[in-house]
């Protein structure tokens, strides 16, 4: 049996895991699979680059040939993987066939597509590689209108940025829920991070879905469907879509292997077939998907350690999440999705601390907002790891 690892993507999860092997064992050969051009590039960068002025080539860290030498793999570009035969250790690839050792699953996750209708509904982008925002970046040339739907961490993040890269763009963003990052903080930090956003320009249409584009002779007419009457409708010359992704599990699933929101895998981050590992946004950890850099991080250096022969669960430390947008410093860091508690806000005119505590009272999670995110350092060390 061939002794290669094989890891199927090249984003931060899957290069970030052949850089920790490596640090470890230089002589295992590894094979990594790249549906896309297979340059390495920082994607979180990706929603604040146009401010910075930063063209999809400039964003680009390591060319695919160095990455591969740096890292001693074989990197196969522009191919993509179309099957996996776990019983025959065995990939199925556009290039042909790949046989395997281990088989690490690194393949990312797709932006949700909202059913929208419509005849404009195919001219809505959504950003999340570089090629993507190559495209954007593109399509944005002599628009000065638009809109973001989703008021989540994305899509305020490219509101802000298109607000700081040029005085010509108008910015409003759509969101059926009443704040926004509705999912990061709680109501006075998410009022007052508002605020400050709508300064800086940005106009929120939110508890306001938009469930119909429009063609309107060259711009995009959205259509605000609440109580299912049309109420109102807003023009746009280009509309980004964020509202999240879905982890990429088609593979998995047509393998055979448990699936559940993510790719499910223990803390080893072994699948249900022990051969297979999987990590990133397309891992399902314990339950739990955590589309986060530092989380990844840490799968990738507990994966390297399995792979080389020394089975090691992946441990979380307290991981704060910045919101890159300069009009509002922020910073969260959530507690588990599946721990009950409060959160306790304090709010002056600088800004808002809130603390999740659980029922013990305990401190579980954070949320800062303007001049209160100067605790981050101390909070974060007091609080406890996940898993
Ligand atoms: C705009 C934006 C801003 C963000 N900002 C932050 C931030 O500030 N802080 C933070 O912590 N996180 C942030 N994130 C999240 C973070 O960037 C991601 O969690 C992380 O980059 C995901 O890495 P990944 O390797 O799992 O997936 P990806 O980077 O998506 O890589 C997936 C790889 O799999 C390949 N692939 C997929 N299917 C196949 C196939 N069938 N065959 C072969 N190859 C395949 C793809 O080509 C690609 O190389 C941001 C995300 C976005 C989109």
């Known amino acids: 049996m061939s002794e290669t690892i094989v890891i199927i993507g090249s984003g ?90 281990k088989l690490v699953l690194a393949m990312g996750a797709h932006p949700i597509r909202l059913p929208l209708r419509g005849d404009g509904a195919g001219r809505v982008l959504s950003v999340n590689n570089l090629a993507d925002y190559a495209a954007f970046r593109c399509a944005l040339d002599g628009k000065s209108r638009l809109a973001i739907l989703g008021a989540g961490l994305i899509g305020c993040e490219f509101a802000n940025d298109l607000l700081a890269a040029g005085a010509e763009f108008e910015v409003e963003v759509f969101d059926p829920a009443p704040q926004p990052l509705g999912r990061l903080l709680p109501p006075k930090a998410a009022a007052f991070f508002r605020e400050r956003l709508e300064a800086a320009g940005v106009r929120f249409h939110l508890a306001t879905g938009i469930d119909e584009v429009r063609e309107d002779g060259g711009r995009l007419r959205l259509m605000d469907g609440r109580a299912g009457a049309h109420t109102a409708t807003h023009t746009a010359d280009l509309v980004l879509s964020a509202v999240g992704l879905s982890p990429a599990v088609e593979l998995a699933r047509a393998a055979g292997l448990a699936v559940g929101r993510g790719i499910r895998v223990d803390r080893t981050l072994a699948s249900s077939d022990p051969d297979i590992h999987a990590l990133g946004d397309c891992a399902e950890v314990e339950g739990r998907v955590l589309p986060f850099v530092v989380p990844i991080m840490q799968q990738a250096r507990a994966l390297a350690k399995t792979l080389a022969g020394n089975p090691t669960e992946v441990v979380y430390p307290a991981m704060p999440v910045v919101v890159k947008t300069p009009a509002c410093a922020a910073v969260v860091c959530p507690p588990p999705p599946d721990v009950h508690g409060v959160w306790r806000e304090q709010a002056d005119a600088g800004g808002v601390r809130a603390l999740f505590e659980d029922a013990a009272g305990t401190a579980i999670g954070f949320a800062l907002v303007g001049g209160a995110v100067r605790e981050k350092q101390a909070l974060s060390a007091k609080m406890p790891a996940w898993l």
Do not use: C, M, W
């Not at 640090?23 to 390495?40: M, N």
């Open 12 to 101: 931060l999860a899957g290069i970030t895991v052949a850089r920790e092997l490596r640090r470890i064992e230089r002589e295992r050969p590894v094979v990594v699979v790249s549906a896309d051009d297979g340059g390495f590039y920082s994607k979180p960068g990706l929603s604040n680059a146009l401010a910075a002025g930063k063209s999809a080539a400039q964003l680009l860290l390591t060319p695919p040939a160095q990455l591969a030498a740096q890292l001693g793999v074989e990197l196969r570009a522009h191919t993509r993987v179309e099957r996996i035969l776990p019983a025959e250790h065995l990939l199925q690839t556009g290039a042909g066939p790949l046989p395997y050792r």
